[in-house]
Every structure is written in structure tokens, then in C-alpha cells.
């Protein structure tokens, strides 16, 4: 899952800055970065924080964060099906035109 991946193409989407989006979250920079770098993980509250500023339910967020890896090796056939179809529903639902997501 690639959490951070998810919330740089969204905030870049939505024009905004990392600065201003880590001050709008009561956030750093600094660890905004590491956000989105996948270098650290937040906690449930930051990551609702974020998810209200990006005008994105959190769940949603989750999903557009899901991997091939994440999924039950089992459930793989059936994701690769759907993944691609509802990501782009939700980036057109959302506004978030085509972000880098899918990587």
C-alpha cells in the first residue's frame, strides 16, 4: 500500500503545495514529505486531517492506496478485473482527472 503515493497525486491534483497542506493539517512540511514518500506512516487522525483537505472520503483514499501486493494472492485475479475500472470512476468522481496512482 502506498499511502503516500496516493496523497501526493491527489494533493498535486487538487493544486496544492506540500507547505500549504501540511499547514491546513496542523502538520510539517518536513513530515508531510515523509508522508508521501512512503518513508513514514500517520496515524489514523493525521490521515483524516489530510483526507478533508484533499476533499476525499478516507476510505476512497485507502483504495486508490491498494497495491496488487496488498491483496490476498487468492483475490488477485478478481482485483486486477476491478482495480483499474473503479480507480478510474472514483478519479473522475473525485475530480482528480488521470493521478499516477496505479503504480
Do not use: W
Not at 501526493?8 to 507547505?19: D, E, F, H, Y
Not at 484533499?54 to 483475490?75: A, C, G, M, R
Not at 483499474?84 to 473525485?94: D, H, R, T
Amino acid at each position: 500500500m502506498k499511502l503516500g503515493t496516493a496523497i501526493k497525486s491527489i494533493r498535486t491534483k487538487n493544486g496544492l503545495t506540500q507547505a500549504q497542506l501540511a499547514e491546513r493539517c496542523n502538520i510539517t512540511q518536513t513530515y508531510l514529505s515523509q508522508i508521501e514518500n512512503n518513508l513514514k506512516d500517520p496515524n489514523i487522525s493525521t490521515l483524516k486531517e489530510i483526507s478533508t483537505h484533499l476533499n476525499i472520503p478516507l476510505p476512497i483514499l485507502f483504495f486508490l492506496s491498494i497495491e496488487e501486493s496488498d491483496v490476498n494472492p487468492i483475490k488477485r485475479e478478481a482485483f486486477k478485473l476491478i482495480n483499474g475500472p473503479v480507480k478510474s470512476l472514483l478519479n473522475e468522481f473525485f475530480h482528480l482527472g488521470n493521478p499516477d496512482i496505479n503504480d
